[in-house]
């Protein structure tokens, strides 16, 4: 009875409102009656076409739209599932994790924070190995301690890292080491507040930023990606301006820091690359009195934004959407009977070692040399796994992932909107040819066999969704054909 009624009270509001709709569209109707005209006389196959690339013309206006990206999104995120464990270039290092594993944290007694101690091991172990670049993902602050100054096990990670230059970067060459900076709201910022105007991150303080501030082998690095509506992490942010006690500075990504870092420096006398990159961020350092919407709107537009790092890797510090967008390629889980593929010199492309058995020395230290190595955790106290495309992953991997995406495809950017076009209107008329062909079952069946095969086309082309743009106008295709109209 009462959906009766609810039909009886919308039914004469609905004819009014397509009443409405038709008065409104009155002026257009000998518009409508031309189109029509010319419509109708044209052939299955000539429709099909020009529906088709209407479609696509849509798409391409709304590409930077919300609806578009997320499709986008989709289809590069199935795509890296056909392609997870793709075969990496030759110059691509290894990666090694040392990993604070579930079993190395109940092996430690469960603890609130990472032993500095054990930290300190961890550190040692892998610098004496030798890799090209240490990665700590772990955050470094103030242990609580009941005497007035630093913890003991502070004190001596202090004091390693104070000396890190004279005893093992004086006579030889040694790994740079990047340490995580971790950030804090501004004093009185209420955090969620709608009502709160933009404001920059401030850094937190740790007993080693003096020591950071002299090194020219140790840095500090944001550790920060862009969680989606999803839950799911797909693009990193390649800076982080903060402002602190009214202070202005720039933070570097983990992934753009360590692919500088692993780009051979130019013996022709110019600036190593991570001083060149620092000489570029400076351009972007944030005017702490002024909000960021404001800062960003008037003062970048003239700011150089081009940092070239090597021929096949040019950062755009002012990123889209598109270039900042992660390929994920190594996953946390590999499927029982795959493996990874190898690098360069039959090696493997990731080694997970466990930090329990490093300390307890039933560990080899070989597989380090010339690595890319990460210390961190995976275990599931630390709270520090996230949803991915290739499944959840802990961040240690996503660091990983990351930086294997900048070597292995680099930036990604879009093609050109004539190629999109020229590609649409190619897959367009022969689908709308196999429609009339084979028939509405047949035609379909075998042009979805051609955007099967365009997938890895348009990948290896691409490196981006690209397809979707081809999917759609097809989809629309096979409307057109059911609905003819």
């Known amino acids: ?81 056909l392609y997870r464990g793709d075969l990496v270039k030759d110059n691509t290092p290894p990666f090694v994790i040392l990993d604070i594993d579930d079993d190395t944290y109940r092996a430690w007694g469960e603890p609130f924070f990472t032993p500095r101690d054990k930290l300190l091991k961890l550190i040692q172990f892998a610098v004496q190995a030798l890799p090209k670049v240490i990665i700590v993902d772990i955050a470094i602050d103030k242990q609580p301690h009941q005497a007035e100054g630093l913890h003991p096990d502070d004190l001596a990670l202090q004091q390693y890292l104070a000396e890190y230059e004279k005893t093992h970067c004086s006579e030889s060459d040694c790994p740079a080491i990047l340490l995580t900076r971790t950030f804090r709201l501004p004093k009185g910022m209420k955090p969620f507040d709608p009502n709160s105007s933009p404001y920059y991150l401030a850094q937190r303080p740790t007993f080693l930023d003096k020591i950071v501030m002299r090194s020219p082998h140790i840095y500090w690095a944001s550790t920060q990606f862009e969680r989606e509506h999803d839950r799911l992490l797909r693009r990193w942010n390649l800076w982080i301006p903060t402002c602190t006690q009214k202070v202005s500075d720039i933070i ?18 110019i600036l190593p690359c991570s001083c060149r990159l620092r000489h570029h961020l400076n351009y972007f350092l944030p005017n702490c009195r002024k909000s960021p919407q404001k800062w960003t709107s008037e003062a970048l537009r003239h ?59 039933s560990s080899s230290d070989k ?16 709270r520090d796994w996230h949803a991915t495309p290739l499944g959840w992953m802990p961040g240690m991997l996503v660091l990983v992932n990351s930086i294997q995406s900048l070597l292995q495809y680099g930036i990604l950017q879009p093609p050109s909107t004539w190629w999109i076009l020229l590609f649409a209107t190619i897959l367009i008329m022969l689908t709308s040819w196999l429609l009339i062909q084979y028939g509405q079952l047949w035609g379909a069946i075998y042009s979805s066999f051609i955007i099967i095969a365009l997938i890895p086309l348009s990948f290896v082309l691409f490196k981006y969704g690209i397809w979707l743009s081809f999917a759609i106008p097809w989809a629309a295709v096979q409307l057109r054909q059911i609905f003819d109209f």
Not at 252 to 269: C, D, Y
Not at 322 to 346: A, D, F, H, N, Q
């Open 1 to 81: 009875m009462k959906l009766l009624l609810k039909w009886l009270i919308l039914l004469p509001l609905l004819k009014k409102i397509a009443k409405g709709f038709w008065w409104i569209s009155k002026p257009f109707h000998p518009l409508f009656s031309f189109i029509n005209r010319l419509w109708q006389p044209l052939s299955p196959f000539s429709k099909n076409i020009v529906f088709g690339l209407l479609i696509t013309l849509l798409l391409i206006g709304l590409r930077h739209g919300q609806w578009v990206s997320e499709l986008e999104d989709l289809s590069v995120d199935w795509m890296m599932t």
């Open 252 to 269: 570097p990504s983990m992934p753009l820091l360590t692919a500088t870092l692993l780009v051979e420096e130019n013996k022709s006398g």
């Open 303 to 361: 700011k150089p934004t081009k940092f070239v790092v090597s021929k096949d890797l040019v950062f755009d510090l002012r990123p889209t959407r598109l270039s900042r967008r992660m390929l994920y390629t190594i996953p946390w889980y590999v499927t029982e009977g795959k493996t990874l593929p190898s690098v360069s010199g039959g090696r493997d492309l990731l080694t997970i070692m466990s930090a329990n058995k490093i300390l307890n020395k």
């Open 367 to 382: 597989p380090l040399r010339d690595s890319v190595t990460i210390i961190g955790g995976s275990y599931i106290e630390g």
